[in-house]
């Protein structure tokens, strides 16, 4: 059994503009269809990005470009977007589609905004790290949790009047 498999050649051939790292403990492809899947510890690193499932599925396009990124099973990351906000989290599935810049997070997302500390917990939560928008739902009657970090106006600075 392969106990830890870097897949860096056929990776970084995608088309990222960084190093994409995979290592797990189990790995099978199939290049005409271009699936690669990643079983046991799996943890993916780009750049500051950082995301650890049991399970992570990579589907490229004809020209080996990433177009969608599925992990599943007891999620985590960390992630840097392109407005520099930094976000870490959880969730039990999670899929990026690096064409439309989108992150999608199911069942138990514990989410996590660590500039501001904005919280955000639900059963789906979708984030697009280029226009900054943002939603969630939740199912089974359990309601979306958000928590805010607000400030004081009593701390505020106060210009000095003249």
Do not use: C, H
């Amino acid at each position: 059994m392969i106990k830890k498999l870097l897949l860096l050649p056929l990776l970084m051939s995608m088309g990222w503009g960084e190093e994409l790292k995979v290592v797990s403990d189990n790995f099978k492809g199939d290049q005409q269809k271009g699936i690669s899947v990643f079983t046991g510890k799996v943890k993916v690193t780009k750049g500051l990005d950082e995301l650890n499932a049991s399970k992570v599925t990579i589907y490229t396009d004809s020209d080996k470009k990433p177009m969608k990124y599925v992990a599943e099973g007891d999620v985590s990351f960390y992630i840097v977007t392109e407005l520099n906000e930094k976000y870490r989290g959880k969730s039990q599935t999670a899929i990026y589609l690096p064409n439309a810049n989108e992150y999608q997070f199911f069942q138990k997302v514990d989410l996590i905004r660590l500039d501001d500390y904005r919280r955000v917990k639900g059963d789906k939560v979708i984030v697009n790290t280029v226009a900054g928008n943002a939603s969630a739902e939740s199912t089974n009657q359990e309601p979306v949790i958000m928590t805010f970090t607000l400030q004081d106006k009593k701390n505020k600075d106060k210009s000095p009047s003249k």
